[in-house]
C-alpha cells in the first residue's frame, strides 16, 4: 500500500517515518513536506535513497500540486501531520495558520475523494478541547469533551477537525482523526519547551519559564504516539476520533528541573518570563478509547524518555546547531526579549 504522509520532515511526522519503515518495509511511503523553518531535510537523510520512500517538496494548500502527486501516487492512505504547530507564532500571526491548517486539510481531502483514498487520518491535537483547572485532578479529556479553544493554533486544529468531520458525513469520506497530547523526543525542533530547555542549558543561556512554571502538560514520548498512530489507521473505526496520551501530567517548572539535574547545570539558569497570552493552564488525556478498542497503551516511562531525549540532543549537535543560528535567533530575540520581567 502506498502512504502519503505530510509534514514528514518535521518532528512526529518524520519519527512516524521512521516507525513505519520499519513496521512495515512493504509499504510505499511518500513524503509532502513544504520545509518551512519547522521542516528539515536533514532529518530524513537515513532514508531518503532508501527503496520504497520518495520526498516531495510542495505545500498542502496548492491545490494544483496535490492534484497532481495524487494522480501519480494514488496513495491508498494520507496521514496529514503538516500544520504550524507552534502556539506562540500563532499568537504573533494566526495567519499563516488558518491557511496550512484549515485551507491545506480540505485540500489534502478533496484530492483524497478525487482518488477515492481508503484512509484519510488527520493527525489533531489534544488542544482543541481547550484547558482544564489546576485544581481538579480529577478531570480528563474525553473524546465527548466539547472544542473550547483558547490560540489561534488551537482554533485552526479543530476547524481542520471539524471540517474532517463533514467530508465524513458529507462526502463519505473515510476519515479517522487522533488527539495527542504533548510530545517529546528526537528531532523536535527547540522552539518547543523540552529541545528550547535543553540546548539553552547546553548553552549557559537563561531558559524561560513562562508565568509561574505551574501549567501542567501530559507529556508522551513520540514514539508511542507513532505507534498508536499506525493502530488507528490499520484498525481504527472510520468517522472516529480518538485521544492519546499517557497519564503523565508535570508542571513545566519541573520538567525545567528534571532537564537541568540531568545535564548538571545549575538552577539559576531558570529565568522566570512573561506569561503566554492566553495561556492554557492543564492538559490531561483520557486514553481509554485508544486502550480498550486498539489495545494500544504507552510503552516508555517518563523518565526513560527525557533520558534519551536528553541524550539524543547531546549526540547530535550536528542536527540542531544549524537550526539555531540565523533566522532562529531573530526569532528567539523576538519572541523572548520582550518577556523578560524587569
Ligand atoms: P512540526 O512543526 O515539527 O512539523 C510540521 C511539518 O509540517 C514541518 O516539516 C513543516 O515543514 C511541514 N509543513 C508546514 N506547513 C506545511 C505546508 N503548508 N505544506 C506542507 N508541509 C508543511 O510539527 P510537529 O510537532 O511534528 O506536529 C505534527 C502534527 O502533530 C501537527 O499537525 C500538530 O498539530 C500535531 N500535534 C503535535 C503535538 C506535539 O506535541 N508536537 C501533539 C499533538 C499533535
Ligand atoms: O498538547 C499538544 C500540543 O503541544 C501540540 O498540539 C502543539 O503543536 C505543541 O507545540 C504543544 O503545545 P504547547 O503549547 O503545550 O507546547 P510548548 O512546548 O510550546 O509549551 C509547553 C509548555 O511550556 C507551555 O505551558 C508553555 C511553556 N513554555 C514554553 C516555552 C516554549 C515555557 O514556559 N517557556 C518556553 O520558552
Redesign the pocket.
Known amino acids: 500500500m502506498t502512504i502519503l504522509v505530510t509534514g514528514g520532515a518535521g518532528f512526529i511526522g518524520s519519527n512516524f517515518i521512521f516507525h513505519m519503515m520499519e513496521a512495515h518495509p512493504e509499504d510505499r511511503i511518500v513524503c509532502l513536506d513544504a520545509l518551512t523553518y519547522a521542516g528539515n531535510l536533514s532529518t530524513l537523510e537515513s532514508v531518503l535513497d532508501a527503496g520504497g520512500f520518495r520526498f516531495v517538496k510542495g505545500d498542502i494548500a496548492d491545490r494544483d500540486l496535490v492534484y497532481s502527486l495524487f494522480e501519480e501516487e494514488r496513495p491508498d492512505v494520507v496521514v496529514n501531520f503538516a500544520?504550524e504547530?507552534?502556539?506562540?507564532r500563532s499568537i504573533e500571526d494566526p495567519e499563516i495558520f488558518l491557511r496550512t491548517n484549515i485551507i491545506g486539510t480540505s485540500v489534502l481531502m478533496d484530492a483524497s475523494r478525487r482518488c477515492g483514498v481508503k484512509r484519510f487520518h488527520q493527525v489533531?491535537?489534544?488542544?482543541v478541547y481547550g484547558d482544564l483547572p489546576l485544581d481538579r485532578p480529577d478531570l480528563f479529556f474525553t473524546e465527548d469533551t466539547p472544542l473550547h479553544t483558547s490560540?489561534p493554533?488551537?482554533s485552526s486544529?479543530a476547524g481542520a477537525d471539524l471540517l474532517v468531520l463533514a467530508y465524513h458525513r458529507t462526502y463519505g469520506l473515510p476519515v479517522t482523526i487522533s488527539r495527542?497530547?504533548?510530545?517529546y523526543g528526537p528531532y523536535q525542533f527547540p522552539?518547543?519547551?523540552?529541545p528550547?530547555?535543553i540546548i539553552n542549558a547546553l548553552s549557559d543561556r537563561p531558559?524561560?519559564?513562562?508565568?509561574r512554571?505551574e501549567?501542567?502538560?501530559?507529556w508522551l514520548y513520540v514514539e508511542d504516539h507513532c505507534k498508536a498512530i499506525d493502530l488507528i489507521i490499520h484498525k481504527g473505526r472510520v468517522g472516529q476520533v480518538y485521544n492519546i496520551g499517557g497519564h503523565n501530567e508535570m508542571r513545566?517548572i519541573d520538567?525545567?528541573r528534571l532537564v537541568l539535574e540531568e545535564l548538571g547545570k545549575p538552577e539559576s539558569l531558570i529565568t522566570y518570563?512573561a506569561d503566554?497570552k492566553g495561556?492554557?493552564l492543564r492538559?490531561a488525556i483520557d486514553p481509554a478509547k485508544m486502550h480498550s478498542e486498539l489495545g494500544w497503551l504507552p510503552e516508555t516511562m517518563f523518565r526513560d524518555g527525557i533520558v534519551k531525549t536528553i541524550r539524543w540532543y547531546l549526540e547530535n549537535e550536528s542536527w540542531w546547531r544549524p537550526i539555531i543560528s540565523g533566522e532562529y535567533m531573530n526569532y528567539y530575540d523576538r519572541?523572548?526579549s520582550g518577556k523578560v520581567k524587569a
Open positions: 500544520a504547530s507552534h502556539v506562540d489533531s491535537t489534544d488542544e490560540s493554533y488551537s486544529k495527542c497530547s504533548n510530545n522552539e518547543k519547551l523540552i528550547l530547555m531558559l524561560p519559564v513562562y508565568g512554571g501549567n501542567v502538560r501530559d513545566n520538567i525545567v518570563v503566554r495561556h492554557d492538559y519572541m523572548y
